[in-house]
């Protein structure tokens, strides 16, 4: 498989190099977390002549005696070089039984660099601090950005290009096959035998087919909003009795393996934040193509979609801005900096445009306020609102800040 350098990320790993920090890579599954590490070590090995890289792959049948935290642990130490800069690399770590109490030893002993990566539903954010003893720091690996895609497949002309994205989506792995439905298919079967499969192996789920439909229902009204109970009332008419809590753990569930990404609601003349109803994102929106298919697709949805995740990716908080009882796609903060923006897949009509653009001229600070359609033009100014093609949003992480 081609590969090419995730600087983004890369970048990321070499900043946070010798501190005591176990460094945690995490992401959806298949979004590249292990060649990420692969590029890493290829990096540290042209960098310091001076290293002993230690790794473990546990997809690899030469470490399935590895697989207790004890057997981890003493195999690390007998490949421990006194004289040189050791660094762990452990791919795949929740294959070993109370891999943390490996880590955590091995970070006691203040002689490793330890980097780690796994399957999320096993290696949490929000269960880090809790595994580990040490400080963590996290590097959330998303599939590839329009931009690395474009760098993939060496395309210049970026409206063609994302044309193509649209379709395609970031899940590398289907780059591979020539025919599109392959390509959802291999998609599916990442979502279906390898998320979902981790999902209910973490959490014992017994009903899998309420989990399945739940999936179809969030995928379904995607930029929607959505809640336990609103989706437990649709689902509870097709099937037997279930209950909104049921529900609201099988979403958190999904959330937590990175198939979903939820965004609350944030009211903007009171300043605070909604509880009830939120939006869900896929991690990527081919997702949704390869079970659910590409009839009467609302193109619109998927855009909003792509924006959701390029900020996140890019660093951002992101809520649902609510004002006057409009709503505003996505108020965007990031310490001092925040960000309103709408999107659209079409604004040439004059009223659509007049929709997209009346929820921000309402908002009377000082903040930017942007408006991302596919316009295939320059960008330019209304009333102080920037209006932006979404390819050129998409490759131009200046577009996020004032000008």
């Known amino acids: 498989m081609k590969l090419i350098e995730r600087s983004f990320y890369l970048k990321k790993l070499i900043n946070v190099m010798g501190t005591p920090d176990i460094k945690v890579i995490t992401g959806v599954r298949r979004s590249g977390k292990s060649k990420l590490l692969e590029a890493f070590r290829a990096y540290i090995e042209a960098e310091n002549p001076n290293c002993n ?3 473990i792959n546990y997809n690899l049948p030469e470490f399935e005696d590895l697989l207790t ?5 003493d195999y690390i130490n007998a490949h421990y070089v006194a004289s040189k800069e050791n660094f762990v690399f452990i791919d795949e770590v929740q294959m070993c039984e109370n891999f943390e109490k490996a880590v955590n030893g091995l970070h006691a002993s203040e002689k490793y660099d330890i980097y780690i990566t796994g399957s999320n539903a096993f290696l949490l954010s929000s269960d880090l601090a809790t595994l580990f003893t040490g400080r963590t720091f996290e590097v959330k690996v998303y599939p590839f950005s ?3 895609y474009m760098e993939y497949f060496n395309l210049k002309d970026r409206y063609e290009a994302f044309e193509r994205y649209v379709l395609e989506g970031g899940m590398a792995g289907s780059y591979l096959y020539k025919d599109q439905e392959a390509k959802y298919d291999y998609v599916a079967d990442v979502f279906n035998t390898l998320i ?3 999902i209910r192996k973490k959490y014992k ?3 899998t087919q309420l989990m399945d439909r739940i999936v179809d229902f969030l995928m379904d009204n995607i930029s929607n909003l959505s809640s336990a109970r609103n989706i437990t009332n649709t689902l509870g008419s097709m099937c037997e009795k279930i209950h909104h809590t049921t529900v609201g753990s099988y979403m958190q569930y999904l959330c937590n393996a990175f198939a979903f ?4 609601r944030y009211d903007i003349r009171g300043k605070r934040y909604l509880a009830s109803n939120d939006k869900y994102y896929l991690s990527d ?4 193509y390869a079970k659910l298919g590409t009839k009467n697709m609302d193109y619109g949805r998927i855009l909003e979609n792509m924006v959701a995740i390029e ?13 006057y009882k409009k709503e505003i796609d996505f108020v965007a903060i990031k310490r001092n900096e925040k960000i309103y923006i709408q999107v659209s897949d079409n604004i040439s009509d004059e009223k659509t445009f007049e929709r997209e653009v009346s929820p921000l001229l309402q908002i009377k600070d000082a903040y930017p306020k942007i408006l991302i359609a596919r316009t295939r033009h320059d960008e330019y100014q209304y009333e102080g609102i920037k209006i932006v093609d979404i390819a050129e949003w998409l490759l131009n992480d200046g577009f996020i800040s004032q000008k």
């Open 146 to 148: 329009f931009g690395e």
């Open 311 to 323: 900020l996140l990716r890019r660093g951002y908080e992101v809520y649902v801005g609510i004002l």
């Open 69 to 73: 935290y004890r057997a981890l642990y």
């Open 196 to 198: 979902v499969r981790d």
């Open 53 to 55: 890289i230690i790794q």
């Open 205 to 207: 789920i017994r009903n």
């Open 261 to 264: 990404y939820k965004v609350r």
């Open 285 to 288: 929106h081919t997702f949704r």
